[in-house]
């Protein structure tokens, strides 16, 4: 399996080192000096930078492919050679069968919600003829389906030992996510750019809060499919709906989500359809990030400022107003926290403050338009001092005084709130889960 880094002369990121600032992060200044079609890092624009990367990965994958041609017509010609030396004395002339040729499946997106960038290092090239469902295990239980793919459990074949005193084995699970086959009114190229764009983005993520993607691989059907971490826990969605959740498990939940949200921040990713059913729960009580469907890379590493995504996507209770706007011109990451800070609502009043954050067509918005300078919006006055500050500053109307997700982190309820963390059990006697305990007794 070929790295994008080995293209580009990239270092590997590890699974589990410190991502870097941003995603899709190439040495600029080196390539620059070998491709004239890029220039500066400040004058490039956000279109040139997508062609150079599709023109260099193209460049590279016929590279690769006449490399092997070469080497297995030299092994062909020594081989002959020797044979016929070996040979010399019988009349019937040594044949060697080419091996067959492997294609390549670049999972490099050309469209404008992922913009055409590729994360350093982490992407990747799977061999159709080699990457197939069956290696990771059989589907066995569907959990969901949506418009375009299919949500099922994957168990995989290989017994691993459980880490219980009574020393059970048991086989690892995978979440595989089944798309649908082309329609026939998409072309091959739109249809591609839907299925990678999810791939190329998640892929590159490394963080406890945001689920893992793991492979692009295809079943036995010839459908693609993406292999994902599975979180046994379920959404928050359904969670929120059992009511049993209490204050404690839930100022949990929304640190780990905003953790999550402040990491792909960082490596410039927007999410754009933050609600709890994309939010998912272990068994150990940690909240993961999942679905990058409409997920919009807003900087790129020739960007110093990045670039406003466009068109209205996500869930209409979560969408920022900003988005409603007659141009659908907006920046992901504040629109992200907006979207948060609706899901905070919901987690502790088990329902939506409005329908639409569109004053045009919400009397309840306009309402709270009204009353947010002030602070005095009547349903937020049952959140306590601390949440209600917090909540009016994620919900700022302005998306340009609106807190940012680090902001949000360094907050003195936040900070104060504990969290389910790696080797620290959720059951433990300052923090308990009570959906997550009813789990394990299953």
Known sequence: MVHLSNIFHLPQQKSHGKPSSRICSTQTSRRNSRDSSVTSSTDTTFEEGKSWLWKQLHMHHQSQQQSRSDQHQAKHTQHSTKLTDDTSSSSTPVQLSPSP?????????????????????????????????????????????????????????????????????????????????????????????????????????????VVETIDLVLD??????????????????????????????????????????????SVGVAH?????????????????????????????????????????VGSEPYIAPEAFEKDHEYWGANADIWSAGIVMYSMWRGGHAWIRADKKSDREFRNYLRHSVTHSFPNFKKFPDSMRELIYRMLDPNPDTRITAEQVLQNEWVQSILVCEKGIDAMNRDHHHTNISSLKKQ
């Open 272 to 312: 754009r359809d933050i609600k709890p059913e994309n939010l998912l729960l272990t068994l150990d009580g940690k909240l993961k990030i999942t679905d990058f469907g409409v997920s919009d890379v807003f900087r790129c590493a020739w960007e110093k400022t990045g670039h406003k995504s466009r068109g209205l």
């Open 220 to 265: 036995d059907q010839s459908r693609y499919c993406t292999v994902m971490e599975y979180c046994p826990g379920g959404d928050l969605f359904s969670v929120i709906m059992s009511e049993h959740m209490t204050d404690v498990e839930l100022s949990c939940c929304f640190k780990q989500m905003m953790q999550g949200l402040a990491y792909l921040h």
């Open 101 to 209: 040729s492997r294609q390549t499946l670049t999972t490099v997106k050309s469209c404008d919600s992922i913009s055409d960038s590729v994360s350093a290092g982490t992407s990747k090239l799977h061999r159709l003829n080699t990457t197939n469902l069956r290696e990771y295990g059989e589907c066995y239980k569907r959990l969901g389906k949506g418009s375009t793919a299919v949500i099922s459990v994957c168990r995989s074949k290989k017994i691993i030992p459980t880490s219980d005193s009574q020393g059970n084995k048991s086989s690892k699970l995978y979440a595989i996510k089944q798309f649908r086959k082309r329609n026939k009114t998409e072309s091959e190229k739109e249809y591609m750019k839907k299925l990678t764009s999810e791939f190329c983005i998640s892929s590159t993520f490394r963080h406890v809060n």
